[in-house]
């Protein structure tokens, strides 16, 4: 999809992505904090702040990595902000809650970005402004990696494998001994996403289910402006 290294265009997908993982991490904190856990805001995590919330290898490495690879998806992550679930008021319910606030922002997000470029798109004058037509491009393209980054973030967490988000949700749904059987792979969590990721299996389970949240969130329109750009 990207065909050389574009410096330009890398600083507005890491900007996207350090916003977008920032905007998941506060997220887990702050309903963590409404619901009786006031650990990550001791922390100081409950913030907007990126480099609070930085993981050189998942905010940094890994996006060039990938970029440098060609990879059609640019994604990464960001330090978990801490939690004490035995603080939770509800322990089962509410580690659901807090795992999948997470993803939930990150949807609202796109959503939002995605509203944002489909009103920008019929705004047909200011593209042939131009004094205007530049930055309204420029503008369009932050919008469009937003929500094509917060979409990659949500169902990349929604892979029920730990420490991912998903693997949360579904061991307070699995009974007391399956959920101990999911919690024993943690430790070979990182390695098998990692071997997912180089397979290429990641890669299609993400256009699965990203493709159709691109087309409802920027429109049929706005999703062929996107990839116009990306394929330049």
């Known amino acids: 999809m990207f065909q050389g290294f574009d410096l330009n265009r890398f ?14 991490e506060v997220a887990h904190g702050w309903v963590a904090c409404r619901l009786g856990d006031p650990t990550a805001k001791r922390a100081g995590r409950l913030t907007l702040n990126p480099i609070k919330h930085l993981d050189p290898m998942g905010s940094i490495l890994l996006p060039l990595m990938l970029s440098f690879m060609k990879s059609p998806f640019i994604f990464g992550y960001a330090k978990p902000v801490p ?48 004094l205007l037509a530049g930055i309204v491009s ?18 990349f967490n929604l892979i029920p494998i730990p420490p991912l988000d998903g693997s949360h949700v579904l061991s307070m749904l699995l009974p007391p001994r399956h959920a101990r ?21 990641i890669n299609s389970i993400l256009w699965f289910f990203v493709n ?10 706005g999703l062929l402006v996107f990839f116009r750009y990306l394929m330049q």
């Not at 600083?11 to 998941?24: E, G």
Request: charged share 10%; aromatic share 12%; net charge positive.
């Open 11 to 24: 600083v507005i997908q890491i900007a996207a992505l350090l916003f977008a993982v920032t905007i998941h």
């Open 83 to 130: 939690v004490n679930f035995r603080n939770l008021q509800n322990y089962r319910r509410d580690t659901i809650l807090v795992a999948s606030a997470g993803v939930t922002a990150n949807l609202v997000c796109a959503l939002l970005c995605g509203m944002t470029s489909q009103i920008l798109l019929a705004l047909r004058f200011l593209w042939v402004n131009p």
């Open 181 to 201: 059987q999911l919690a024993r792979i943690e430790r070979f969590g990182m390695l098998i996403l990692i071997f997912l990721l180089f397979t290429g299996v």
């Open 138 to 155: 420029d503008f369009f393209l932050i919008l469009g990696y937003s929500v094509f980054i917060n979409a990659i973030l949500a169902v």
């Open 212 to 221: 159709p949240l691109l087309r409802t969130f920027l429109g049929k329109d």
